[in-house]
């Protein structure tokens, strides 16, 4: 089993920026590719980024791109995501997620653990 736990979520201004943490514990050594989703109000849950295990390898969805860095350290259990330049349509709880595989995922579904998430919201 795998827990994770996001982190760094609150309200900021448009334009702005936060950093989200995701910690994980557990038997980690199962993970290998991390990201991060969000889910806004009435919508479903979207790709945000997600890393290699190696921290070597990212994927962004178009909306992250250019703004959103995702980074994950040496020790590899735990994960970041800096978000700049945010927008109110950024405003949504974000997941963080951990995946077996070794490929870096953007589908949801690839996904086995998933943290309780935390809220963003974006202010105009």
């Known amino acids: 089993q795998v827990q994770l736990v996001e982190s760094g979520g609150g309200l900021v201004q448009a334009g702005g920026s936060l950093r989200l943490s995701c910690a994980a514990s557990?038997?980690?050594?199962?993970?290998?590719?991390m990201g991060w989703f969000r889910q806004a109000p009435g919508k479903e849950r979207e790709f945000v980024a997600a890393?290699?295990?190696?921290?070597?390898?990212?994927n962004y969805a178009d909306s992250a791109k250019g703004r959103f860095t995702i980074s994950r350290p040496n020790a590899k259990n735990t994960v970041y995501l800096q978000m700049n330049s945010l927008k109110p349509e950024d405003t949504a709880v974000y997941y963080c997620?951990?995946?077996?595989?070794?490929?870096?995922?953007?589908?949801?579904?690839?996904?086995?653990?998933w943290g309780q998430g935390t809220q963003v919201t974006v202010s105009s």
């Open positions: 997620a951990s995946s077996l595989y070794i490929t870096v995922e953007s589908g949801s579904g690839r996904y086995a653990y």
């Open positions: 557990g038997h980690t050594s199962s993970t290998y590719t």
């Open positions: 890393i290699s295990r190696s921290g070597g390898t990212t």
